[in-house]
């Protein structure tokens, strides 16, 4: 992806709150001054990257008062929707240009939501930072998987790892009516999303490894996170329930 040459391209707004009341916002060049040990971000702090229309010049394609989105982050952040985003493969040149807009329009919506509440200074910054650092997790996350998955090819089935989802959901199969190609589709697609998460789970598990991890029990009991949520099979290293795999076929029409 194509980067902003200069310190000078970025703009980070820092808004500075005093128990939940705004006291201000600084509108400079800065990174992580105003970070604890360890580079972290205070928690009465909010780091918001903007682009000076200024700064941006001819390279505009859209201007928010001061502001502006380049060609270039528009084009870095959809290829980046579009890459960590399955369900956006092989869209037809009318769908890709409805996609094209509404990722545009919610750009600009972003960035004016952002302006008002930096303007406004009302925000609840603990939840923000929260909303922040989980978002930031979760991409670091499904970037670095990314980044590490083997090729494609090796999680197709093999005709045997097929016919076993078949006799699996055979009932299942049979109440669908569909016909054998597009069982076997349903198929094809349900194994490899299987292996894939079979993957994701060893990958993790592997990882976990060069880590040293000490579980506090007594105040994870506190908590509610306790040995009984263990049971169902929700172990170390496996995805959470809106992540794992159906337990019965979902045939695509």
Do not use: C
């Not at 509440?117 to 989980?134: E, F, H, P, Y």
């Not at 197709?156 to 009516?177: L, R």
């Not at 349900?190 to 079979?198: D, I, R, S, W």
């Not at 263990?230 to 290293?237: A, K, Q």
């Amino acid at each position: 992806m194509s980067e902003n040459k200069g310190a000078g391209a970025i703009v980070f707004i820092i808004i500075a709150f005093a128990v939940g009341a705004a006291v201000g916002f600084l509108g400079a060049r800065l990174f992580g001054g105003s970070s604890t040990s360890g580079g972290i971000v205070k928690s009465d702090k909010i780091m918001v990257q903007l682009n000076k229309a200024s700064e941006v010049g001819n390279n505009w394609l859209v201007k928010i008062d001061d502001y502006a989105i380049s060609k270039a982050e528009f084009e870095d952040s959809y290829n980046l929707l579009k890459s960590t985003s399955p369900q956006f493969a092989g869209l037809s040149p009318q769908d890709e240009a409805k996609l094209k807009w509404q990722y545009f329009e919610s750009m600009i919506d972003e960035y004016i939501v952002t302006l008002q509440a930096v303007n406004k200074g009302n925000m609840n910054v603990k939840t923000a930072n929260l909303l922040i650092n989980s978002s930031a997790r979760q991409s670091i996350y499904t970037l670095y998987l990314k980044d590490n998955l083997p090729v494609e090819s090796s999680f197709n089935p093999t005709p045997q790892e097929i016919e076993q989802f078949y006799q699996q959901y055979k009932n299942e199969f049979k109440k669908s009516g569909y016909n054998a190609e597009q069982i076997k589709q349903v198929a094809t697609e349900n194994v490899k999303k299987m292996k894939l998460q079979q993957w994701m789970m060893s990958f993790i598990s592997h990882i976990k490894e060069g880590y040293k991890i000490e579980r506090n029990f007594d105040a994870m009991k506190t908590l509610g996170i306790t040995e009984m949520g263990m049971s169902g099979g929700m172990g170390g290293g496996q995805m959470l329930p809106s992540q794992a795999m159906p337990q019965q076929p979902m045939p695509q029409q």
